[in-house]
């Protein structure tokens, strides 16, 4: 008995509109950041169903998925070490307050 393609293209709608709204809403750099891995983890779900059910595609969407997360894994990186940074100098890390990159 397998599962309906529905259900994981429904959750990974749910999970991208989640982390859309996250991204989108907060102030908070940390969870802007978690909005953002939540779309990417979404789109991972999306490609893996895709891969489960297209037989010709099984192995491009598992493919694509591992460099969505391997490009993830960097951005988190990158995005904590900025924000470990505006924390150290700034004392927050509130988005809009921030204005290092002003002339």
Not at 20 to 43: H, T
Request: no cysteine; aromatic share 8%.
């Amino acid at each position: 008995m397998s599962i309906p393609l529905s259900y994981p293209l429904m959750l990974a709608a749910a999970l991208f509109g989640i982390g859309l709204y996250g991204a989108l809403s907060q102030r908070n750099a940390i969870r802007i950041l978690m909005g953002i891995e939540l779309m990417l983890n979404a789109v991972n779900i999306n490609l893996v169903a895709f891969a489960y059910y297209l037989e010709g595609a099984a192995a491009a969407g598992q493919v694509f998925a591992l460099f969505i997360m391997t490009v993830s894994a960097a951005e988190v990186a990158l995005a904590l070490a900025i924000i470990l940074l505006l924390a150290k100098r700034e004392k927050h890390i509130d988005i809009e307050q921030v204005n290092l990159l002003r002339w």
